[in-house]
């Protein structure tokens, strides 16, 4: 079983193809996998715009396939003149009627090759920026409506869980069984969410962020302090610099920890915001040590408030597995402050590794994999969904 898969929900576009190994467990090996980043981009605007994210992915996403499938060696050129017979052609027009250069690279695709040995396509369906989900969603479609690959719609979200528990051993990828009920910490630039999980694929929102996300709040805050686009990264490893060289915190940049005492599993980052920009303010201009002092605050008060969530989400729940999911669980504090909560409180942590942390084509693949060991039936009908829930997934 060979899937190919598709995400394009914030500012990355991403595809993999995957081959699943024979037996009951999902395992598998990548035989593709290319991240095409617009960072860069959007680093000038200082954030992600999604009618730009949605072009770029137009531009990127139908070359990125045909790399992909050159690299997993299933490209097969043809060698004589074919057309695209009437019935596809005409759907594929219709579905991309507003998007004529990204129509003209797919017809040259589905004529210059042959229809690849591709058994399934996972696509990203949601959440995340609609414009921009569109394109994924309409690529699937199109693949669907040449090739009648059968298409299997993933949740973003979902794929944080997944990307967020695989182990890999060699060059082997699996799902591993774990014990239930699981909490699943899903951390990025657009949600900040706890998640009772009683199995995989049974998914109960216990908390979220009421404004702000995480990644956000450091991308944010990042921009306060003059540090490029996203500040995630950033404010790490200023913080971290910080931390090495033993800074103290001054008394007036001290930063609250929101909603710690708030008793509910939710989060609040719009205040945090506020407190850096007043900070910020009053500091002006910025001398690099004051940016160091921000940054270890900040980090150590996202830190803070998630520990306690999670500590609270785990006793509640009865959890004996907590898994981290999305962007901000590649920060090395975050990352140490969980495991040490995980030692002491004697649960088992499952996180992801750094380059599955941030989005990927490997974490819907995997995915995509869990929903057919599932059983889960594939659909003809994808819509681009940006708040698209995990519980209905
Ligand atoms: O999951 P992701 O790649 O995209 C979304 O689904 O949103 O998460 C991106 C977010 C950004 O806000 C970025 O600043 C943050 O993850 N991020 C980090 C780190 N690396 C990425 N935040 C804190 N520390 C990091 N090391
Ligand atoms: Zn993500």
């Not at 990042?222 to 686009?229: G, K, N």
Request: a neutral charge; hydrophobic letters at 40%.
């Amino acid at each position: 079983m060979i899937l190919l898969s598709i995400e394009t929900s914030c500012d990355e576009t991403a595809v993999s193809i995957v081959k699943r190994q024979r037996g009951k467990n999902v395992r598998f090996e990548v035989l593709s996998h290319k991240v095409l980043s617009q960072v860069d981009l959007h680093a000038k605007y200082g954030g992600v715009f999604p009618m730009l994210a949605k072009r770029e992915h137009a531009k990127a996403l139908t070359q990125l396939i045909a790399e992909c499938l050159g690299e997993a060696d299933l490209l097969v050129e043809r060698t004589h003149v074919y057309h695209i017979p009437s019935a596809p052609r005409k759907k594929l027009e219709a579905l991309l009627e507003r998007e004529k250069d990204m129509l003209s690279a797919m017809k040259v695709l589905f004529e210059g090759i042959q229809k690849p040995a591709i058994d399934a396509i996972a696509v990203t369906q949601g959440p995340g920026l609609e414009p921009a989900l569109w394109i994924g969603v309409t690529a699937a479609l199109a693949l669907n409506a040449v090739w009648e690959i059968p298409l299997y719609p993933i949740n973003h979200m979902e794929g944080h869980i997944v990307a967020g528990i695989l182990s890999k051993e060699e060059n082997l990828y699996s799902i591993p069984s774990i014990e239930f009920p699981a909490v699943a910490l899903l951390i990025s630039g657009g949600h900040t969410e706890l998640v009772r999980i009683s199995k995989l694929r049974s998914y109960k929102v216990i908390g979220k962020t009421r404004d702000d996300a995480v990644g956000e709040a450091f991308d944010k805050a990042a921009r306060m302090l003059d540090l490029p686009y996203p500040g995630g990264p950033e404010i790490s490893r200023l913080a971290e610099l910080a931390r090495k060289e033993g800074l103290v915190v001054d008394e007036d940049l001290r930063l609250p920890r929101p909603m710690l005492h708030s008793g509910d599993l939710n989060f609040s980052c719009s205040g945090l915001k506020t407190a850096v920009l007043t900070r910020v303010n009053k500091r002006k201009p910025l001398t690099d040590e004051v940016k160091k002092m921000i940054s270890l605050e900040f980090e150590n008060s996202i830190t803070d408030v998630l520990v306690a969530k999670v500590k609270q989400a785990m006793y509640e729940t009865r959890a004996k597995t907590l898994i981290v999911g999305g962007g901000v669980s590649a920060n090395n504090n975050i990352r140490y402050a969980l495991k040490e909560l995980a030692t002491t409180e004697g649960f088992t942590i499952f996180l992801p590794d750094k380059n599955l942390s941030t989005d990927n084509g490997i974490m819907i693949s995997s995915t995509g994999l869990l929903h057919i060991a599932e059983e889960v039936k594939p659909k003809s009908k994808l819509v681009a969904n940006g708040s698209w829930s995990i519980e209905n997934s």
